[in-house]
């Protein structure tokens, strides 16, 4: 068993969950209850627009902007899960999604059955599929698909062929996916959980014939009970809890799903904050940091763009004691485990490009290639990793379902708009100047009052001081300045 800590923290305004693993932080969540997450919702929508220039769809499904619906997803390959795909009068068929157009399969005002793969992020609505997932304790059902699967976090060849042999046996309608969770488990286990969610589905069927578009049909779970749902499992020593009410939800929950967990949950009685006291808001702190720290002296880079995300490895105080590409191999090996660690604290997703140290050695580039591939072996995400360049960039996809942890813990600046960075000193100063000049009209003996930031007015008196003696000797211009530390270093004002 892994030494890995479960910790759950709720108030009245929001729920935070923690993981750790060997005693580091590897995954955070903070859900509040006024923007909780949408991801495995169903909804009843209705068509909106059909787009076959982009081989999509808008669809209504009741919130501010409409979700997206790609073709893929409305009636072709669903990720890896399977090609099936079920028409209005029940008949399979399937479709190619290279030759199959998104006006075949939808039309305006057509009143479809899907759920939320992804929730809004920015200006975009929420990322649709018609292609239900269920997931259980232990099994995830497919109901419009026959895929048969094993979570790939069970790496045992034996074990994983038991369990396809279990879910095989299941039969149609539907397809199956065993999950973590459910590694040597015995098939009553498994069937058990397997009904629970055939249940459901004839539920949420009923229910989508008595209702009119927009509709919510299925609400997944309290952020608590996901939670408990899909990290607190066999690997996990002991979980934590700050609330009687919701100790008592999750032994209620455990009780109809895995007994065997019920003595790893602790109540948390201490008045002071949970997260404080086992030191995770301390590291969560250097989460939003750009530059993390390794042990070594070494650091790394992580900078989020509307694009993609770019992770930089350097030496920093790290110089090794033999040679230089011993000393870049081992930073190297060093960073790829960190990085991998920070993508799933810090929920990035999309295009990531990692730009490693540049090894000589090819031998050495292989080991931090696989290193990487080995730890995201253990990312619940899916992701896709390529081949390292000779020049030592590594590209890899993740699979993102919600704002990164940055996103969801912090806003952009106002007063750089997000770039990271403000004006220099100087370029204030030379906005002042020519402000000064158009304001004395070309009048000399002027007295003018400028109010600007402490750190402005240093600099015009220190470092560019010339430039206040060059107004005074040649324009005539007497510049009176006034220090105000609620200014923004950008910003002046200008009296005359």
Known sequence: MSDSVLYLSLNPF?????????????????????????????????????????????????LARDGFLYV????????????????????S???????????????????????????????????????????????????????????????????????????????PPGGWIARTAGEGLEQLDLESDRNDLESLWQRLQSAAEGVHSPSLLHHDLSPLLRAIRDLFTESVREAWVDDEAAYQEILEFLEQTDQALMPRLKLYRR???????????????????????????????????????????????????????DTVYRLNLEAAREIVRQLRLRDLGGIIVIDFIDMEDAQHRKSVYETMAEELGNDPARTQLLPMSDIGLVQLTRKRTRPSLDHTLSRVCPYCRGSGRIKALTTVCLEIRRELLAA?????????????????SHYLQGPFRELLRELEEIHGIRVILEENAQIHMDQYEVKI
């Open 271 to 325: 008045s002071t904050d949970l997260m404080s006291a086992f030191g995770l808001d301390r590291e969560l702190e250097k989460a939003l940091q750009p530059k993390v720290w390794l042990k070594s002296g070494g650091h790394i880079m992580v900078n989020q763009t509307e694009a993609l995300v770019a992770i930089d490895v350097n030496t920093g105080k790290f110089v090794g004691s033999t040679s230089l590409e």
């Open 72 to 91: 893929r997803e409305a009636g072709g390959i669903y990720e890896d899960f399977g090609d099936l795909f079920v028409d209005e009068v029940g008949e």
């Open 14 to 62: 929001e729920t935070r969950v923690a993981l750790r693993e060997n005693s580091r932080l590897v995954s955070y969540r903070a859900e509040r209850h006024r923007a909780s997450s949408l991801v495995g919702n169903l909804y009843r929508g209705r068509v909106t627009r059909v787009l076959p220039g982009m081989q999509a769809a808008f669809v209504d499904i009741g």
């Open 440 to 456: 004395a009209g070309g009048l000399h003996d002027q007295q003018i009052f400028v109010k600007v930031h402490p750190e402005v």
């Open 93 to 171: 068929i399937t479709p190619n999604p290279d030759t199959t157009n998104i006006d075949d399969l939808l039309r305006q005002g057509q009143e479809v059955l899907v759920q939320v793969v992804k929730d809004p992020i920015g200006s975009k609505g929420a990322r649709l599929t018609t292609h239900v997932t269920l997931p259980g304790r232990f099994l995830v059902y497919l109901p419009t698909v026959t895929q048969i699967g094993v979570s790939r976090r069970i790496t045992e060849d034996t074990e994983r062929e038991r369990l396809k042999c279990i879910l095989d046996g299941f039969g």
